[in-house]
């Protein structure tokens, strides 16, 4: 045994406010993935690094 966390370290924008619309991500190691933090329960999806700058570009573009 490691010793490190198996859980995900999610992270919120500090740009989001309580109960309005936002995402959480997380880094795996080998992807990211990325949730909706009012239903942390469901499931995530996951993104290539790659998949995951795509995503960003085309919100900043």
């Avoid at 999610?10 to 933090?37: A, L």
């Avoid at 239903?39 to 690094?49: K, M």
């Avoid at 790659?50 to 570009?57: G, L, M, S, T, V």
């Amino acid at each position: 045994m490691s010793g490190q966390d198996p859980r995900p370290h999610w992270r919120k924008s500090s740009y989001s406010e309580p109960g309005k619309n936002c995402v959480e991500v997380t880094w795996t190691g080998r992807h990211i993935r990325m949730r909706d933090s009012k239903f942390p329960e469901r499931p995530a999806i996951s993104l290539s690094d790659r998949a995951w700058a795509e995503f960003i570009a085309g919100l900043c573009g």
